[in-house]
């Protein structure tokens, strides 16, 4: 890696899922600045602010870039939830195009990170709980509403420091991914390494 | 950890139950009764910590003074009223629930303490009450009695090593800091080391002094972030002028000055606090909480942390210590109307305070539209946080 990054932007959907992509940068990067941007409000309306918001920062990244800020870096969090990978990408992409933006180009440091199920998946996955994509720990194995939710919200805030070290750990320059990593988490892993170059 | 603070009868709170989580945000109109929290939990800690008497003649500003009573309480009632505040910590074998009653007479002009007890999941541990201790044995059985000053706190003064419980909650109640930062009057000279914060931090130097002493490796830490956080700022200093007193001074990178073609000299200037901005004041004293006062079991309330703060410097402070609560198991409680503070933390971490025009205080956990694609500062600016 070259120059040290000064100043990330993280757009995420969620304090919880920013806050782990934040706490990676911080230690994968050291960057002089990370701006954390969540959305507003509740599931639907944040997904939809991202898609929103996306295309706005790619232009004020491509703008500051043109301007000579060239060690700026955007992180963009949705959530596959019930979708693809690459189905929640391509709606980025989309967002893109339809705003006039260029899509992005293989050089541009813009990580596009789409955690499956959700970012708690991968909080519970990269601290040793054995997980799968379909993973929804707001709710029992009955599929209900678990009644301790806020319990269960404090563990997975308490977890994100360690999530946040092992995903830094396994998106070092050729270090392997254990046979059991979530496939998102794989791409997401390619996508990091993107801020880097 | 607070898991629960309940306020009946101070100043516009009649009946309040705070159910806390380890981020809290407290929201609400001016009035809604925000400062009045931390101020109750302030004054129980002073009480129980400290030592102070609930209605000291000789203080300035005494703990549980009878205006403390909500106005129309004292309007409508012919006899003495009764202040109630219970705080419930999660305990490691259970939750441990103090409650303090407070008599206020206000025609005798006399404040007291009615009653007060400790409780373990719900079984004494030790009651004080109208002028007379219980003490309890291990087993909960009743131990000796005997009687004690009705105007300070019998479980912050009286040693009753039998049980643990009681000092571990005394101890959980020195780990609570309440703060309202008065940059302006955090001031740089000290005489002495003091172990306890004044919630204006107007006693900075003199605690920073003390808290360099007991945890040298949180100020290298401190410091690490300070030269990040202040620009050209090197070091922050305790200068001994001789007789015990001290000045916080903070070093600065000097300007380069030309020496040679080709060459600058590099130098240092120092600045005593005094001298900094109220700013950067403010700044200092954030980042030393964060660094000092968060540890495991801490809870840390701030009342308007972005008070005198630059906006670029409120979210970095705001992640950190939403960084460290998470990760050392401690507790913040922080009170703001900054669109920066609500758009971060409420959604995940509101509760929002509010009075339904001159009457009580209620609190609920702040809720917005799920649909309604705003901001909450925007939501709470437009006055629509009721749906």
């Known amino acids: 890696m070259g120059d040290r990054i000064a100043e990330v932007i993280v757009l995420a959907e969620d304090l919880r899922s920013g806050r782990l992509v934040q706490r990676y940068v911080e230690r994968a990067l050291n960057p002089r600045g990370v701006r954390l941007r969540i959305a507003p409000a509740g599931k639907q309306s944040a997904y939809d602010w991202v898609i929103q918001s996306y295309p706005v920062e790619m232009k004020s990244h491509r703008n500051r870039v043109s301007k000579g800020a060239n060690l700026s870096a955007v992180a963009v969090h949705v959530d596959a939830d019930n979708l693809t990978v690459q189905q929640r990408s391509s709606q980025l992409a989309e967002a893109l195009r339809a705003q006039g933006e260029p899509p992005r180009g293989p050089g541009e440091r813009i990580a596009v990170i789409v955690p499956r199920r959700n970012m708690e998946t991968w909080i519970h996955g990269l601290t040793a709980v054995p997980v799968d994509e379909q993973y929804d720990f707001k709710r029992d194995e009955a599929g209900r509403i678990a009644p301790n939710t806020r319990q269960r919200e404090r563990m997975c805030d308490e977890r994100i420091g360690p999530a946040a070290q092992e995903l830094h750990r396994l998106s070092r320059p050729n270090a392997p991914s254990p046979p059991d990593t979530l496939p998102a988490l794989i791409l997401a892993i390619e996508e990091l390494r993107r801020l880097e170059r | ?387």
Not at chain 2, 163 to 191: G, N, Y
Not at chain 2, 220 to 228: I, P, T, V
């Open chain 2, 1 to 387: 950890m607070i898991t629960q603070f309940t306020i009946g009868g101070f100043r516009a709170i009649e009946n309040l139950t705070l159910e806390l989580g380890t981020k809290n945000l407290l929201m609400g109109l001016n009035g809604a009764g925000k400062t009045s929290v931390f101020d109750a939990l302030a004054s129980i800690r002073e009480l129980v910590v400290q030592g102070e008497r609930i209605a000291d003649e000789k203080s300035d500003e005494p703990l549980f003074p009878l205006s403390s009573v909500p106005r129309w309480w004292r309007n409508g009632s012919p006899g003495p009223v009764e202040q109630r505040f219970e705080i419930v910590f999660e305990g490691e074998d259970g939750p441990i629930r103090y409650v303090l009653m407070i008599q206020q007479d206000e025609a005798s002009g006399r404040s007291r303490i009615f009653s007060e007890e400790l409780l373990h999941q719900d079984r004494p541990m030790f009651s004080f009450r109208e002028g007379t201790v219980q003490l309890y044995r291990r087993s909960y059985e009743k131990g000796p009695t005997f009687t004690f000053d009705w105007n300070r706190s019998a479980v912050g003064t009286v040693l009753h090593p039998e049980i643990p419980h009681i000092d571990w909650f005394k101890e959980r109640m020195r780990m609570t800091t309440c703060v309202r930062i008065d940059a302006p009057r955090m001031a740089a000279r000290s005489e002495k080391e003091q172990p306890d914060l004044e919630r204006d931090l107007s006693n900075f130097a003199s605690w920073y002094r003390r808290a360099l002493v007991t945890n040298a490796a949180a100020g290298a830490s401190y410091l690490s972030d300070m030269r990040q956080v202040i620009a050209g700022m090197e070091s922050l200093d305790l200068h001994d002028l001789g007789q015990g007193i001290m000045v916080l001074r903070a070093s600065f990178e000097q300007p380069h000055e030309p020496i040679a073609p080709g060459r600058r000299r590099r130098g240092t200037f120092w600045l005593g606090l005094q001298e900094l901005s109220d700013g950067q004041r403010a700044l200092i004293g954030l980042y030393a909480l964060l660094h000092f006062v968060l540890k495991e079991g801490a809870t840390l309330c701030i009342d308007e942390p972005d008070n005198f703060v630059a906006l670029a410097e409120i979210q970095p402070w705001l992640l950190d210590i939403a960084d460290r609560v998470d990760d050392y198991g401690a507790q913040c409680i922080l009170a703001s109307h900054h669109p920066e503070i609500l758009n971060l933390l409420a959604l995940d971490h509101g509760i929002l305070l509010e009075r339904g025009g001159s009457g009580p205080t209620t609190g609920i956990r702040y809720k917005p539209d799920a649909d309604l694609p705003l901001t909450p500062a925007e939501v709470m600016a437009r006055g629509w946080q009721h749906g």
